[in-house]
């Protein structure tokens, strides 16, 4: 079974901090995201990424950037926290096969408020 | 552009009813349409895809390219199945969801 863990489920950050959630999955998946699920909003990509090191921006990468140093983890870093990234932030992956598209799995998510 | 739009954000029904969670598309390929489940405190996970055709819990999906609709089913809803439903397109290996619909079944 495909396991996903997020270091944190609550994390509690001050205004201007730098802030890392860090994500890892042990299922040698190619691809990681990383989302952020708002009431109302559902789920809105932040970023995503189909091998180490390589990165694309989903829809709303303002005021985050990603590391993928190894294929296993996929970290989510707000460089200068505000109140408007309080947010449940979800971690995923999935298999990258070039016929249909294989299924995501996700964390437990990391509910961060910033005071 | 692709799009995936949920109209109900809660629908509530008595155990026993049928149920049907609606969801619409907008995407000019091929799609690709899943549904995912959140119960509550626990991760999000996939229910189905379109393209296995299969029952899940009771649960059923079509696949209407015409109406570019995939919604859910269920017959008879049971308590057991209140949580938030999430429908979800994948287009080259991104997904794209919809903003999700509660689901509350009362005894």
């Known amino acids: 079974d495909v396991k996903v863990t997020q270091s944190s489920r609550y994390l509690v950050k001050r205004t201007g901090e730098k802030v890392f959630l860090e994500c890892v999955q042990d299922m040698d998946h190619e691809n990681m995201f990383w989302y952020r699920q708002d009431p109302g909003l559902g789920l809105r990509l932040i970023y995503f990424s189909y091998d180490v090191k390589m990165k694309e921006k989903g829809d709303i990468p303002e005021g985050y950037s990603v590391s993928r140093e190894k294929k296993e983890r996929f970290s989510l870093i707000l460089e200068s926290a505000s109140t408007n990234q309080t947010s449940m932030y979800l971690c995923?992956?999935?298999?990258?096969?070039?016929?249909?598209?294989?299924?995501?799995?996700f964390g437990d998510g990391t509910r961060l408020s910033i005071l | 552009a692709q799009r995936v739009t949920q109209p109900e954000k809660l629908l509530s029904v008595f155990k026993g009813a049928p149920v049907e969670l609606k969801c619409n598309y907008s995407y000019s390929g091929s799609p690709e349409l899943f549904w995912y489940v959140q119960y509550s405190r626990q991760r999000l996970q996939l229910l189905l895809r379109?393209?296995s055709r299969e029952s899940i819990k009771g649960f059923t999906a079509d696949l209407n390219k015409g109406e570019t609709s995939f919604h859910l089913k269920k017959p008879f809803a049971q308590e057991e199945d209140s949580a938030m439903y999430y429908c979800a397109l994948s287009a080259f290996n991104k997904f794209y969801f919809g903003s999700g619909t509660k689901l509350n079944v009362k005894p």
């Open positions: 995923a992956s999935s298999l990258r096969y070039e016929g249909p598209s294989q299924p995501q799995h």
């Open positions: 379109h393209i």
